[in-house]
């Protein structure tokens, strides 16, 4: 796999909104089948995104040389990633609706989690694993690493079953030691609460500096 995708990959296991679905589901009578909901639901939207995507940017890459286009996206989506770190900073937040649950949630996924079925759960999974700067980000390194579809394919699964690693341990977990593992959960989640902003900060400006140092060395090598 990818090392640029793995490191990613990595980055993305532990998300506030990922905690706080997971804190939410742990906290009902029968939260087995909910967790299985959640992981399904989320994997298999995420999968067909990134196959679909992985498909398309090799298409687009053969068609418009892969030295040039991949190296162009590294660059816009590590600017879109450092635009959205110094709106952070300055102090602007996403609007939130209606009061915070039990787990804080955002009010998108408030109303998610309020009422928990193992359908509301699977919409949770799906919510709290959209694409993003950098799934984008992975996918492209991912298309650069391919020797062809089956193997980005694969990469993509790989990158999935990392990104899911932490409600796949919840699972695991809560079969023998639900209160402890809610009790982990509680203690991640309050502490990504309290640090947030720096959190997202400093995340974002290391992701977007990376992407767009590399995408502009990229381009410098494919020029000379």
């Given at each position: 796999?990818?090392?640029?995708a ?7 296991v ?5 905690v ?5 589901i742990?906290?009902?009578s029968?939260?087995h ?14 999968l ?22 991949r ?5 816009v989506?590590?600017?879109a ?15 939130r ?17 309020r ?10 999974g ?6 993003g ?11 650069g690493?391919?020797t062809?579809i ?30 402890v593992t ?5 203690r ?11 959190i ?24 000379s």
């Amino acid at each position: 796999m990818s090392s640029e995708a793995l490191l990613l990959a990595l980055s993305t296991v532990i998300r506030p909104t990922t905690v706080a679905a997971l804190f939410a589901i742990l906290a009902h009578s029968h939260p087995h089948r909910l967790l299985v909901a959640y992981i399904v639901g989320g994997l298999a939207f995420s999968l067909t995104v990134g196959a679909m995507i992985v498909v398309l940017l090799r298409g687009v890459g053969l068609a418009l040389s892969s030295t040039t286009s991949r190296p162009v996206l590294d660059i816009v989506l590590g600017g879109a990633a450092l635009g959205y770190a110094s709106a952070v900073w300055a102090g602007w937040q996403p609007r939130r609706s209606g009061a915070s649950s039990p787990a804080e949630a955002p009010g998108w996924m408030h109303r998610h989690l309020r009422d928990l079925t193992v359908r509301s759960a699977a919409v949770a999974g799906l919510l709290t694993h959209l694409p993003g700067v950098i799934y984008l980000a992975a996918l492209n390194s991912i298309t650069g690493s391919t020797t062809g579809i089956v193997d980005g394919l694969f990469q993509v699964a790989v990158y999935n079953v990392i990104w899911f690693s932490l409600p796949i341990f919840a699972l695991v977990m809560a079969q023998h030691k639900p209160d402890v593992t809610r009790d982990l959960l509680d203690r991640l989640r309050r502490w990504m609460m309290l640090y947030r902003r720096r959190i997202v900060v400093v995340f974002l400006v290391a992701l977007g500096g990376y992407l767009v140092v590399t995408g502009i060395v990229h381009l410098v090598q494919s020029a000379s």
